[in-house]
Every structure is written in C-alpha cells, then in structure tokens.
C-alpha cells in the first residue's frame, strides 16, 4: 500500500516508511512487499512518487510525516533533507508523479 513513498534505513538490512518530515530517506520504495519481504529501494534515478499535496514540476522534495513526497523550501524548512525534483506534475494529494531522486547525496534544505 506504501509503494512510490519515501522509506528510512532502520537496520542494517531493514527499511521502514519515513514517519517525521525530518527522517533522512534512503529512497523511494517500487514495489509492495508484505512484512519481512524484500524491498526494492529507488536510491538514485528516476521513480515515481506519491505526492503529500499538489506539487508542480521543478519542485525540490523530500519526505512528509508519512512518507509522501513533500516539497522543501530552501530557507524555510532547513531541518528537512532534500533529496530530489519534480519531474512531472502529479496534481493534488495522494496523485502519482515522477522525480529524480538523489538520496546518494541528501542536504538540508538550509
């Protein structure tokens, strides 16, 4: 149910679904795994993303409190990592767009 959301490293070899808009992302989850299947993680590339609310293209993102792509204001959310750009408008919240994500080399949006 969470795939195209942001997910977290919680173990060495386990991944969980950003719960904070501060979380630092290890990527984007492709596909729907149940509990203690493996995951496949979009760490770099291009994926598509489940949007928190409407964005448009060029928007720099990150996580919201429950794993949606948010977008991050540089200067006002500098607690937040950013870790990727709209590349295609998904239109409100809950839609499906598209994003490079780069979650290799996250900042804070300071």
Do not use: W
């Not at 989850?29 to 994926?47: C, D, R, W």
């Amino acid at each position: 149910a969470k795939q195209f959301f942001f997910v977290e490293l919680t173990a060495a070899d386990t991944v969980d679904l950003c719960n904070a808009a501060t979380d630092l992302p290890i990527g984007v989850l492709q596909n729907k795994p149940e509990s203690g299947e493996s995951a496949e993680v979009m760490i770099f590339g291009i994926s598509k993303v489940n949007s928190d609310a409407a964005l448009s293209v060029g928007n720099l993102i990150g996580t919201s409190a429950d794993g949606q792509a948010a977008k991050k204001t540089v200067g006002t959310d500098t607690t937040h990592y950013v870790v990727g750009q709209l590349l295609e408008d998904g239109g409100a919240a809950a839609a499906i767009g598209s994003a490079l994500i780069n979650c290799m080399n996250p900042h804070r949006a300071a």
